[in-house]
């Protein structure tokens, strides 16, 4: 294992998962008599839902016994775990499982199996079942316990397995394999209700459900005695995060703060009609709390986030932004907006580009609009031509890289709590680190800084990173 993973195995297991454990166990038996040590290698898309569910079927590779390798070449076991939100992720995941045929041409006992939320689409199951001979199984989001299995029935030479549950609950007790020393995904929900119109996640992630609080601090507390200095807790919406007794994300925030150690506390993502002052409360008062609220607008016109089905409106969503400046005022925040909805007008998209310029966001992510199969946007008639909406979108991001250079600036001179996350990917005699900005801070130092908090001075705003020194 390289010094930056570690596997984490959960206390208690649900039913479904021991069963899922007797299967790694048999699978261990063969791994353990081949030599050399048969190798995993797992290819991720789309967004940190995905990341932190390739960590579990890293623990569980690695429970059952593979050595991680970085070259799909060398691997004994390929897991491809897809992405479905916009088209451009589907093709880039086929094209990518298309490749490994040739690995599977050159070692021909080698297993690939596709998970994750564009296999969760029956209709894309089918067509890797029928066109990708070479696939041995596929396995819904909601399956991520079941790989074992998928796994020695291919090792045993079975029959192919496309599997779709048809109920998606929480498998609580499946081993983690983390990337990062550092930093940790945590995820207290799965799934979501909102059905954004646009929106295919609700139909490859099922029902909105949470796991109990005591679970989630069973695994926060393993995470910081492990070292972890920085927990994301992760769900579609935690803002509608229930625990078994009605503990919602504000109290569920309030008990991991109270957890032993030194270590900081980020969530995403958060839905503007579910955005509480409870939570901003929380944010306000407890110290731990990193200053940074990701809340997606989608749009500034009332007209389209009607026809988005957002269930608020543009004054609504300025509302939750004043009262959260007049709690936290240094407050950075983000937002996701898409580009290109169905009948979405110059004018509508004007008033897109002046809430960006009111609100005025340490950072944009956006994205042109994608039809996507079965949600209720696909098959509205006023589908808006790619020219148009790769016009729009190129005015949009020249503001928003401009609204976030001036953010930025707040920072300048300020000495600020940074965490050492490693050594610059651009310079390898500078560090890399991260606070409340939402852009990675550069500074000179030694790499034994790394998994520390440090002060930096900020002295430099390249836009998309800070430059600092250490104080
Ligand atoms: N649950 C999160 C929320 O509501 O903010 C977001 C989940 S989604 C994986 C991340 C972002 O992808 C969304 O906020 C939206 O901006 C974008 N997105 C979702 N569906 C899309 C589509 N069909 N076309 C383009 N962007 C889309
Ligand atoms: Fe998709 Fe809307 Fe749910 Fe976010 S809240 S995952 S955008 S349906």
């Not at 789309?46 to 050595?67: K, V």
Request: aromatic residues 8%.
């Amino acid at each position: 294992m390289s010094e930056t993973e570690r596997t984490i195995v959960p206390s208690y297991a649900d039913p479904e998962v021991e069963a899922a454990l007797e299967a790694v166990r048999a699978v261990r038996s063969v791994t353990d008599a081949a030599d050399p040590r048969p190798r995993y290698f797992i290819r991720t898309f789309g967004c940190q839902q995905n990341e932190a569910d390739s960590e579990r079927l890293a623990g569980l590779c690695s429970a059952m016994g593979y050595e991680k390798t970085d070259v799909p070449g060398e691997a004994d076991l390929i897991l491809v775990n897809t992405c479905a939100v916009r088209e451009h992720a589907e093709k880039k995941a086929l094209s990518v499982i298309g490749q490994y045929k040739h690995v599977k041409e050159e070692k021909p006992s080698a297993v690939i199996g596709v998970g994750g939320c564009m296999v969760s689409q029956p209709a894309r199951a089918e067509k890797l079942k029928k066109s990708y001979p070479y696939v041995s199984f596929t396995f819904d989001t909601g399956a991520i316990a079941a790989v074992p299995s998928l796994v020695l029935g291919a090792i045993r030479g079975g029959k192919r397995t496309f599997l779709l549950s048809d109920e998606w609950k929480i498998a609580e007790g499946v081993p983690i394999r983390r990337e990062s020393r550092h930093m940790a995904w945590l995820s207290i929900m799965y799934g979501c209700d909102n059905y954004c119109s646009y929106c295919i996640v609700p139909y490859v992630r099922g029902r909105e459900r949470s796991r109990s609080v005591e679970a989630i601090l069973d695994e926060a507390k393993a995470l910081i005695e492990d070292g972890t200095r920085d927990i994301t807790l992760l769900g579609q919406n935690v803002n509608s995060y229930r625990g078994r007794n009605g503990e919602d994300i504000a109290e569920l925030m309030h008990r991991i703060c109270a957890l032993p150690g030194d270590f900081q506390l980020r969530f995403m993502t958060s839905h503007p009609k579910d955005a509480s002052d409870r939570l901003i409360e929380a944010m306000a008062t407890e110290e731990k709390i990193v200053k940074h609220f990701h809340l997606p607008i989608q749009s500034g016109s009332d007209r389209i986030l009607k026809r988005m089905n957002r269930k608020y409106d543009r004054a609504a969503y300025l509302e939750r932004i004043d009262r959260l400046r007049e709690a936290v005022p240094d407050v950075s925040v983000t937002s996701d907006v898409i580009v290109g909805f169905p009948g979405e007008t110059e004018e509508d998209f004007e008033d897109t580009l002046s809430v960006m310029e009111k609100v005025s966001y340490d950072m944009v992510f956006s994205f042109i609009y994608s039809p996507r199969a079965g949600t209720p946007a696909a098959s509205f008639p006023d589908q808006i031509p790619h020219e148009v909406a790769a016009g729009r979108m190129e005015r949009l991001l020249a503001l928003g890289d401009a609204v976030s250079k001036e953010r930025n600036d707040r920072f300048l001179g300020r000495v600020l709590r940074v965490l050492t996350e490693g050594v610059s990917k651009q310079d390898g005699e500078m560090l890399t680190g991260r606070g409340a900005p939402v852009r990675p801070i550069h500074f000179r130092g030694n790499p034994s800084l790394i998994g520390q908090f440090v002060q930096v001075r900020i002295t430099g705003n390249d836009t998309f990173c800070l430059r600092g020194e250490l104080v």
